[in-house]
């Protein structure tokens, strides 16, 4: 009896784990309640689930549990959680970029400007400074940054008569 509710148990917690998978694709983050991640939460469950099922031993998947969802933690979370802060830039090291207009900017709105950097590339909202309608495809100058949002300036060819 005490060994099939242990099985039940075991394949309970792979559920939640699959649970948790599930809500972090839809970006519910319960590390703002608990200070865990949400993956490396679900990662725990599964992997003593699993290895709880297939082993039938909760002391050797404990030890399991521990040492793979410390190993995914810091193997996989911690590094793309780097990645996607180095990948965003700096309203400071925006300011005197040069980018190009993806969404027209009007003389009062917000458009979209994206600067190409090598293999990346960075999406910005952006109104124009001086004022003027900025149409899609222009070059432009970043001249300062409020509120998150890059006032840009046009970038005048020599070749272009206004």
Known sequence: MGEEIRIDLYLI???????????AMFHVDLGDYIGIETL???CCFMSFGACGYITR???????????????????????????????????ASLVGMSAIVTVPISETGVGEIYFPRGISVSNQPASSFDKVAIPSGRKVHVIDVKDGICLVSKIIDLDEEE
Do not use: Y
């Open 57 to 91: 031993n909760w002391i050797i998947a404990a030890v399991f549990a521990i040492i793979f969802t410390i190993a995914v933690h810091f193997l996989v979370v911690v590094k793309l959680r780097k990645m996607q802060n180095s990948n965003g830039a700096s309203e």
């Open 40 to 42: 490396t939460l679900a």
């Open 13 to 23: 917690l792979f559920g939640v784990g699959i649970l948790l998978v599930v809500l």
